[in-house]
T-cell receptor, first 113, second 117 residues
Framework: GDSVTQMEGPVTLSEEAFLTINCTYT??????LFWYVQYPGEGLQLLLK?????DKGSNKGFEATYRKETTSFHLEKGSVQVSDSAVYFC????????????FGQGTRLTINP | GAVVSQHPSRVICKSGTSVKIECRSL??????MFWYRQFPKQSLMLMAT?????????EQGVEKDKFLINHASLTLSTLTVTSAHPEDSSFYIC?????????????FGSGTQLSVL
């Protein structure tokens, strides 16, 4: 079945550092890919998405490119802030409009001032 | 933005008891709700999908008699873990969807940490 694998955390960086969180997937079809973020005490929020190969999703300085050849959707940010501290989840959906998501295990990110 | 409230955030119970988790959409009507669980260091796994007024659809391997889901109104869904055992200890998350099925309109609760002693 479909699956998502993220780099294991926790990840700790200093403010203004470059961030990469790796995500790879396996899917039988042509899935849509997502990054969700969960801030402390809150629900998961959609951060960005890409629906087809070579699409780049971006939001709040974060970017991820849908790479079909490497089945990857790595999350990047050029300069992180303390407020980016959260848990990040990579996910895919193989069924258009069904909103059924397959998640990775999440990566906890801590940014130190 | 839209908010989904999930209660309780943390519950500890004795083995053999039942635990109810509530998921409410506060400012929109949720035609569909999803329930996920996450074991330590594992992925969030979809347990079931429920549509208001109809029976929930469970994912393969999820016992429907153990995890009772009720979605009786457009703003409330409940998950009851019946006769809980230590292996049911997990993090449970709900999400709620409006009639507009875009992913931007899918909202999550903050989760419930269940510990069964």
């Amino acid at each position: 079945g479909d699956s998502v694998t993220q780099m294991e955390g926790p990840v700790t960086l200093s403010e203004e550092a470059f961030l990469t969180i790796n995500c790879t997937y396996t899917a039988t079809g042509y899935p849509s890919l997502f990054w969700y973020v969960q801030y402390p005490g809150e629900g998961l929020q959609l951060l960005l998405k890409a629906t087809k190969a070579d699409d780049k999703g971006s939001n709040k300085g974060f970017e991820a490119t849908y790479r079909k050849e490497t089945t990857s959707f790595h999350l990047e940010k050029g300069s992180v802030q303390v407020s980016d501290s959260a848990v990040y989840f990579c996910a895919l959906s193989d069924l258009q409009g069904a909103q059924k998501l397959v998640f990775g295990q999440g990566t906890r990110l801590t940014i130190n001032p | 933005g839209a908010v989904v409230s999930q209660h309780p955030s943390r519950v500890i119970c004795k083995s053999g008891t039942s635990v109810k988790i509530e998921c409410r959409s506060l400012d929109f009507q949720a035609t569909t709700m999803f329930w996920y669980r996450q074991f330590p260091k594992q992925s969030l796994m979809l347990m079931a999908t429920s549509n208001e007024g109809s029976k929930a659809t469970y994912e393969q391997g999820v016992e429907k008699d153990k995890f009772l889901i009720n979605h009786a109104s457009l703003t409330l869904s409940t998950l009851t873990v019946t006769s809980a055992h230590p292996e049911d200890s997990s993090f449970y998350i709900c999400s709620a969807s409006q009639l507009d099925r875009r992913y931007e309109k899918l909202f999550f609760g903050s989760g419930t940490q269940l510990s069964v002693l």
